[in-house]
């Protein structure tokens, strides 16, 4: 049964980062691809960044981000640790949210528990 959790939330001033991780387990991580979303209150959830599951290779995967992520925040893997990292930078109020991490494959999905960003000073 996949299992996902989430870290690496918190507190932190505009203007400074964060990396989240993504610990999955209970399955093959190397075939999925993987997803971090975010959802702030009173907003729908929005997709944020996406890893395909880059196959055979340890650190392998095309990725893509929303417009407010790019050139800010950057998605990789790492398939020997089962884990999948979201690199915040440049950070600002408006990404305070609870960021999500979810694991892809054809027709499933499996969501983690999610972990809370605030940026405020």
């Known amino acids: 049964q996949v299992q996902i959790v989430e870290s690496g939330g918190g507190l932190v001033q505009p203007g400074g980062s964060l990396r989240l991780s993504c610990a999955f387990s209970g399955s093959n991580f190397n075939i999925y691809d993987m997803e971090w979303y975010r959802q702030a209150p009173g907003k729908q959830r929005e997709l944020v960044a996406h890893i395909t599951s880059g196959g055979m290779t340890s650190y392998g995967g095309m990725t893509r981000y929303a417009d407010s992520a790019k050139g800010r925040f950057t998605i990789s893997r790492d398939n020997a640790k089962n884990t999948v990292y979201l690199q915040m930078n440049s950070l600002k109020p408006e990404d305070t949210a609870v960021y999500y991490c979810?694991?892809?494959?054809?027709?499933?999905?499996?969501w983690g528990q999610g972990t809370q960003v605030t940026v405020s000073s």
């Open positions: 979810n694991a892809v494959l054809k027709f499933r999905s499996f």
